[in-house]
């Protein structure tokens, strides 16, 4: 495998000597594209990449590479025939593949190898062309490349539209495909959120410890409406973010506890019952701790802050750890996070809420009556959920219970659906899209019917659930925007020794309860549960690394704060619990990395890495 993992970048530079190539050394833009001669859409590409030749001249350079259309025997032997003319007549016959006929033939390959007189028995030259197509397909494999045809601009995949416009505003780095590239790239490195919550919270604190604290707490309180005629709803931007903004991200949540014991690491009862048993020893544990150093008294309500684990920041500190973390251990995690976030939400709906209206609340589950409706009705739209969601949202808030719990519920009834006909629905989708092109040079025919669009909609509905489009879309908002938001909103904090004045025991309990009660509580729970045979330890990881995953689950950040939020309505109170939050991530990160990176090395994974890092990305929002 190439030095570079990831496969949004070329796996190896490209070589004059040993690719063939159009265009001089020297040239500012380099595009690669890895195509199959019986590649209808490699064809089409042809006629486009000619257009930004012409448009580019020398400032371009072109890279062919091969990778045959799997399964198909005349598009490799084409590949090999071509590589055993000679390398000034390479493009002369890779045209004439590409061009002669609209579609590959037997007739093709013997006109193409009469022209060079290419010849079975030469073997050495045979074989050489065999060893150049395989080199090729190593270097596909190797880049990522599953589809073709798959282009590559200075090194970086391309994924968009391949006419000659959109290759140009890609090639010329325009600032809208610039923004774009940075932000996949940011969004696909698994700790992005993380950095992007610590990011947050530094500077939520540098700015309540500046001369600008005044100035911020004063926006942050400012009162926010919306007003319907003579009704206004009104509420202060914290409160806006704490109980609306943050509504998005317990969608989130729900969506991802759906699918997790639906499809996930949590639908096989044997597969979840570690990650399940070690999620309940980390809430209870951490509990009672803090209850024991709190005692009763105005601090009693805050034991729910230490059980919650801050995931974004915990996977973040795995994936940098790289190899030193068995993949096993990263999905134990995930799946335990998963089950902590059911936890912290039954929480918050039965101990953190305040006066219960009966008559809002009956109106929030009529609402709710009306989505199980939907659901059962087959109905696979989101925008009537979406309605629906926003008024369960303002039922549950005016009820008396979180708002936050709306996104929860609103989660467990968007539908999902069995699997689509893949082949079915591509099937289709070319039909249509040939049956178009045909009057593509009518008269007063400028592109695609209505009809049709409508029809290739409905495909691309088809190919997703609800849920799983939903979540595909809300996610990234909850990463980089709610959070964040969270942050700066609430992890302000003016940092002192009088901070702690007189509130020392509450600040222990919490540091007790992340650092000491959830590793302990998570560790005691997995070892009963396997000397019980309720559960099983996988190989891939030694009960030390499962001591340092515990250590890594007492980062308690978004939830934690959360929580303490609604447990302590004094500002002090709430000021001591940050401080004690802060400190209590920062040891269990210390210690978590300690045992981790001290550990044996851990055996060779036998769960696919693929899965890992979706599970991980996943569980980050």
């Given at each position: ?47 486009e ?19 045959p ?18 390398a ?10 590409m ?19 290419a010849?079975?028995?030469d073997?050495?030259?045979?074989e ?42 890609a ?14 790239d ?18 939520a ?17 400012r ?21 609306a ?15 997790e ?12 019952a ?74 918050v709906a ?25 659901n ?41 659906r ?88 509450l ?12 590793p ?5 729970a ?13 190989d891939?990881y ?16 978004t ?34 990395i ?13 769960v ?14």
């Open positions: 495998m190439s030095e570079r993992t990831s496969p949004n970048y070329l796996d190896r530079a490209v070589d004059h000597a040993l690719d063939h190539v159009l265009g001089p050394a020297e040239a500012e833009i380099t595009l690669v594209e890895y195509g199959s001669y019986d590649c209808p859409h490699c064809r089409a590409a042809n006629e990449l000619a257009k930004v030749r012409d448009r580019f001249g020398n400032r371009l350079r072109y890279v062919f590479r091969h990778r259309v799997t399964g198909s025997d005349i598009a490799r032997r084409a590949a090999e025939l071509v590589e055993q003319c000679d000034e007549r390479f493009w002369e016959q890779h045209i004439q593949l061009t002669r006929s609209t579609q590959l033939t037997e007739d093709d390959l013997r006109v193409v190898g009469a022209s060079f007189g010849s079975q028995d073997g050495a030259r045979v050489r062309a065999r060893a150049r197509v395989e080199e090729d397909l190593r270097s596909a494999r190797n880049s990522g490349v599953t589809v073709t045809p798959t282009f590559y601009i200075n090194g970086r995949r391309y994924d968009g539209p391949w006419d000659e416009s959109s290759l140009a505003d090639m010329l780095g325009s600032l809208g495909h610039r923004v774009s590239s940075a932000a996949l940011f969004a696909s490195w698994a700790p992005s959120t993380g950095v992007l919550l610590l990011i947050a919270t530094v500077v604190v540098a700015l309540s410890n500046s001369p600008l604290s005044q100035l911020v707490e004063g926006f942050w309180e009162k926010a409406a919306l007003a319907f005629g003579d009704a206004a709803f009104a509420m202060s931007l914290r409160h806006w973010v704490n109980d903004l943050l509504s998005i991200f317990f969608l989130v949540v729900g969506l991802e506890i759906k699918r014991f639906t499809v996930g690491h949590l639908a096989n009862r044997r597969a979840a570690l990650p399940v048993a070690a999620a309940l020893g980390g809430m209870a544990v951490p509990a009672l701790v803090y209850a024991q150093i709190v005692g009763g008294g105005p601090w009693s309500q805050g034991w729910g802050v230490p059980m919650a684990t801050d995931t974004a920041f915990a996977v973040a500190l795995i994936v940098m750890m790289g190899d030193r973390v068995p993949v096993a251990l990263r999905i134990f995690l995930t799946a335990a996070a998963i089950v902590d976030d059911i936890g912290s939400i039954l929480v039965f101990f953190y809420s305040g006066d219960l209206h009966v008559g809002q609340l009956f109106l929030g589950a009529l609402a709710t009556g009306a989505l199980a409706l939907l059962r009705s087959g109905v696979y739209r989101v925008l009537p959920y979406a309605l629906l969601g926003i008024a369960l949202w303002i039922f549950v808030h005016a009820g008396g219970l979180h708002a936050t719990l709306a996104g929860v519920v609103l989660a467990f009834f968007i539908p999902t069995p699997p689509p006909n893949l082949r079915a629905l591509t099937l289709q989708a070319d039909a249509i899209i040939q049956a178009e092109s045909r009057h593509g040079d009518e008269v007063l025919r400028h592109g695609p019917s209505l009809p049709a669009l409508r029809a290739i909609d409905a495909i691309h509905d088809r190919l997703e659930s609800p849920a799983d489009r939903l979540l595909r879309s809300v996610e990234p908002w909850s990463s980089y925007v709610v959070l964040p938001l969270f942050a700066l909103a609430n992890a302000g904090v003016a940092l002192g020794t009088e901070v702690l004045d007189g509130r020392a025991p600040a222990l309990a919490i540091v007790a309860g992340l650092t000491l009660g959830k302990v509580g998570l560790l005691l997995s070892l009963l549960a396997v000397a019980l045979g309720v559960a099983v330890k996988p891939d030694s009960w030390r690394q499962l001591a340092g995953a515990g250590g890594l689950a007492g980062i308690g950040f939830m934690s704060l959360f929580i303490a939020g609604q447990a302590f309505p004094l500002a002090a109170d709430f000021s001591a619990a940050k401080v004690a939050i802060f400190a209590a991530s920062v040891l269990s990160a210390f210690i978590g300690a045992i981790l990176w001290h550990a044996a090395p851990p055996v060779k994974s036998t696919d890495e693929g899965e890992a890092v979706r599970a991980e990305n996943r569980a980050a929002a």
